[in-house]
């Protein structure tokens, strides 16, 4: 199945590169001290942003951060609304979310304790953010939620962990806006010089952003190169 949509990534885009958008603009630069640390999960197909819940919710921007009371952090992963929820993958839906433009979910789960203690064989890349940047990068996630009458955004259905809902989210899902691209737009949302524009798999994400945050804002030791453990393992 990867190998098949990386077939099609290169089809398409040689006939669409001319129609990409162009990048959001960075906000105003912060030189403020960096605070606050956030987590990029890469299952090397998939990447979601992992944020500490009392951080989160300090900013008073996300209210469905009420809907896991007692996580330790939330992760936020957008994707296509029937490929990103469905228990089997098809072909059908793998070649209608690569090249229709569907509409999109927000998968949000709480987590008990940080992905690196959860997610052995995935990747996580800490992100050191400025308060300001932070508060843009909560800002831009709290965007994508779609709400009625600007209220809080319900749950349309059970997520992939058990403690995990799906929301409708804005945007819409297809082979040059994915899961990957749309968390390269957060983090340039959120200050880093990241472009998100042909930016399709998890490894051209997690590439894109150690080269624009550099070892001076990656806490800690460089994550390990290893491979997915399936969610049926995922112990919160």
């Known amino acids: 199945m990867k190998r098949l949509i990386a077939a099609l990534a290169w089809l398409v885009c040689a006939g669409w590169l001319t129609a990409c958008a162009a990048a959001p603009p960075l906000p105003p630069a912060d030189t403020g001290p960096h605070t ?4 990029i999960v890469s299952d090397g197909w998939h990447t979601a942003i992992v944020i ?3 951080e989160l919710v300090a900013t008073g921007l996300l209210p469905e951060a009420e809907d896991f009371p007692d996580a330790a952090f939330l992760e936020f992963g957008w994707g296509d609304r029937v490929y990103y929820p469905a228990k089997k993958k098809t072909l059908g839906m793998t070649l209608a979310a690569a090249l229709v433009a569907t509409p999109a979910v927000m998968h949000m789960a709480g987590l008990a304790r940080a992905p690196e203690m959860i997610y052995a064989d995935s990747q996580v890349v800490p992100v050191a953010l400025t308060e300001g940047g932070f508060r843009h990068l909560v800002r831009a996630i709290a965007g994508d939620f779609m709400r009625s009458q600007g209220g809080r955004a319900k749950p349309v259905s059970r997520g992939l962990y058990p403690n995990s809902n799906f929301y409708d989210a804005r945007g819409r899902f297809h082979l040059l ?3 990957n691209t749309w968390t390269a737009r957060k983090l340039r949302a959120a200050g880093i010089n990241i472009l998100p524009s042909g930016i399709i ?13 550099g070892k001076n804002q990656v806490s800690g030791e460089h994550p390990k190169e290893v491979r997915f453990r399936s969610p049926r393992g995922f112990n919160p």
């Open 201 to 213: 798999t998890a490894d051209e994400l997690v590439a894109r952003l150690r080269a624009a945050i």
């Open 36 to 39: 606050h640390s956030v987590r």
């Open 177 to 179: 806006s994915t899961c």
């Open 52 to 54: 500490p819940r009392p």
